[in-house]
C-alpha cells in the first residue's frame, strides 16, 4: 500500500511540474532593459553637436518612432528682450504617458555659450526622470562618473551603419511686368560620423534664369526718327557640383584626409572642374574640445583638370595642374563671445605664379553688461584666375553677373554693436498681436 501512495504522488508531482513547465514555456519573454533611454530631440536652434558632447547618458536617435522620449522645444521672445526656451519631454513607448514642461529663460545679454550651457542643464534635469526615477526633482546634479577601466556607454545597434542620407529639392518663380524669373535646384547629401572615421558625399545642381524686357529705340526708315521698340535680354546661370571627402582620426590631434570634388559652372566658364587631394590636419587643442575653442592647420596637395567652355586669356581650352592648398582656422565659443577666423593660400606648383591668398573672420564680443559688438571681414589677393575667357565681357554680361570678371583683389567687411537695458527681469511671455510665427 504505502509503495502505491508514493507512486501514485510521484505521478501527481510529474504531471504538476511539467504542466507549470510548459505554462512558463509559453509565457512572452522579458524585454531585454536598454542601456541608456533613446531620445527623440527636435530642436532647430539647438547646437547638436555641443548637446551630444555634454549630455552622454542617452542614445540620440533621428526618428521620433524609435524615441523613448520626445523633446520638443520651443522659443518665444520675453519682455525683457531674451528667449524662453520651453522644452516639453513627451513620454513613448515603456514612458508613455510620462510628459513635463520645464521652461529656461536666456537673458539678452547672455552669450550663446552661456545659453546653450543653460539650455543643457534643463535638458539634463528633464531626462533625468526618464534615466532613473527619484524623488529629488530639481535638487538632482546629473553627473556621468566614467568606470575604473574608462569604459563608455555602447549605443543601440544601428542598421544603418551611422548613414544619414538626406534628398532635398526647390524651386521658385518670380515676375513684374519687365522682368521674370525662376530658380531650380536639387541637393543629396549623404553621411557617416564616428569616432573614428568621418564620410561626407554631396551632390547638387542649380538652374537659374531671369528675362529683363528693355526699351531699345530704332530708327524708323520711312520718317527718319525714331520708334519704341523692346528687347528681351535672357541671363542664364547652371550649376552641378559633387564633393565627397573621407577623414580619419589618427589621434587627438591629428587627422588625414582624402578630399575630391567636381563641378561645371557657367559663371567661371568651366565645363569640368576636378580636384582629388590627401592632406593631413593638426589640431592645437583637442577634437574633444571642438565645441569650445579649434586651431587647425590643414595642408592638402592635389592633382587639378579644367576644361573650359570658352578659351581662356591664355589661349587653352584645357588643363592639367599639381596645386597645394594651407589654411589654418581658429574657432572660439566662450562666456566672452565668439571668434572664427582662416587664412588661406592656394598655388599651383605647376605654376607658382599662379596663386590666391585669402583671409576672412568674424567676432562678437561683450565688451559689458548689455554691450557687444561685432566685425566680419574677407580679403583675398587673386592671382589664379586662368579660367577667365577671352574677349572682353558685353556689358549685359557684367549688369546681370553672367561671368566672372578678371580681379587683382576682393574685399568684404562689415561692422555692428547692440546696447540692452532696462528692466532684468525676464520671465513673462505675452505674445498677442505678434504674429503665428
Given at each position: 500500500m504505502r509503495v502505491r501512495a508514493i507512486?501514485?504522488?510521484?505521478?501527481?508531482?510529474?504531471?504538476?511540474?511539467?504542466?507549470?513547465?510548459?505554462?512558463?514555456?509559453?509565457?512572452?519573454?522579458?524585454?531585454?532593459?536598454?542601456?541608456?533611454?533613446?531620445v527623440f530631440l527636435?530642436?532647430?536652434?539647438?547646437?547638436?553637436d555641443y548637446v551630444r558632447k555634454e549630455v552622454t547618458f542617452v542614445d540620440y536617435v533621428r526618428n521620433r518612432e524609435d524615441s523613448d522620449v520626445h523633446v520638443l522645444v520651443t522659443l518665444q521672445d520675453t519682455g525683457g528682450g531674451g528667449r524662453q526656451w520651453t522644452l516639453k519631454f513627451i513620454g513613448l513607448g515603456p514612458h508613455k504617458g510620462v510628459d513635463q514642461t520645464l521652461v529656461y529663460n536666456s537673458p539678452q545679454t547672455a552669450t550663446s555659450d552661456e545659453v546653450r550651457a543653460g539650455f543643457?542643464?534643463?535638458?539634463k534635469r528633464g531626462l533625468v526622470r526618464y534615466a532613473l526615477d527619484t524623488a529629488i526633482g530639481d535638487r538632482l546634479q546629473v553627473t556621468l562618473k566614467k568606470g575604473e577601466r574608462e569604459e563608455k556607454l555602447v549605443p543601440g545597434k544601428d542598421p544603418w551603419n551611422f548613414w544619414v542620407?538626406?534628398?532635398?529639392?526647390?524651386?521658385?518663380?518670380?515676375g513684374e511686368e519687365q522682368q521674370t524669373g525662376r530658380r531650380i535646384s536639387a541637393s543629396f547629401d549623404a553621411n557617416r560620423t564616428t569616432d573614428a572615421w568621418r564620410t561626407s558625399i554631396d551632390i547638387g545642381a542649380n538652374y537659374q534664369d531671369t528675362k529683363f524686357l528693355l526699351d531699345d529705340?530704332?530708327?524708323?526708315e520711312e520718317g527718319g526718327g525714331t520708334i519704341g521698340g523692346r528687347r528681351?535680354?535672357?541671363?542664364?546661370?547652371?550649376?552641378?557640383?559633387?564633393?565627397?571627402?573621407?577623414?580619419?582620426?589618427?589621434?587627438?590631434?591629428w587627422s588625414f584626409g582624402l578630399m575630391g570634388s567636381a563641378e561645371s559652372q557657367t559663371f567661371r566658364n568651366f565645363i569640368v572642374n576636378t580636384r582629388v587631394a590627401p592632406g593631413i590636419e593638426y589640431n592645437f587643442f583637442p577634437y574633444s574640445e571642438s565645441t569650445r575653442r579649434m586651431l587647425t592647420f590643414q595642408y592638402t596637395v592635389g592633382h587639378v583638370y579644367h576644361r573650359y567652355r570658352e578659351e581662356t586669356l591664355f589661349g587653352k581650352l584645357s588643363d592639367q595642374l599639381v596645386d597645394h592648398r594651407a589654411e589654418?582656422?581658429?574657432?572660439?565659443?566662450?562666456?566672452?563671445?565668439?571668434?572664427?577666423?582662416?587664412?588661406?593660400?592656394e598655388q599651383y606648383l605647376t605654376d607658382p605664379s599662379k596663386y590666391n591668398l585669402g583671409f576672412d573672420g568674424?567676432?562678437?564680443?561683450?565688451?559689458?553688461?548689455?554691450?557687444?559688438?561685432?566685425?566680419?571681414?574677407?580679403?583675398s589677393r587673386t592671382r589664379d584666375q586662368i579660367y577667365i575667357p577671352r574677349g572682353r565681357a558685353t556689358n549685359e554680361e557684367i549688369l546681370t553677373r553672367q561671368r566672372q570678371l578678371l580681379t587683382g583683389y576682393q574685399y568684404f567687411f562689415e561692422f555692428g554693436f547692440s546696447y540692452t537695458f532696462g528692466s532684468i527681469f525676464n520671465n513673462i511671455v505675452n505674445p498677442r498681436f505678434g504674429g503665428g510665427g
Open positions: 507512486s501514485s504522488i510521484l505521478c501527481v508531482l510529474t504531471v504538476v511540474l511539467a504542466s507549470a513547465a510548459a505554462v512558463h514555456a509559453q509565457l512572452p519573454a522579458a524585454p531585454a532593459q536598454r542601456q541608456m533611454p533613446r527636435d530642436c532647430g536652434p539647438c547646437d547638436d543643457v542643464e534643463a535638458f542620407l538626406e534628398i532635398e529639392g526647390n524651386g521658385n518663380l518670380n529705340d530704332e530708327d524708323d528681351t535680354l535672357l541671363s542664364v546661370r547652371r550649376d552641378l557640383e559633387a564633393s565627397g571627402i573621407v577623414v580619419k582620426s589618427l589621434t587627438q590631434h589654418v582656422g581658429l574657432s572660439l565659443r566662450q562666456p566672452w563671445g565668439t571668434a572664427n577666423a582662416e587664412l588661406n593660400f568674424g567676432t562678437e564680443i561683450r565688451l559689458f553688461k548689455g554691450f557687444s559688438v561685432n566685425f566680419f571681414g574677407e580679403f
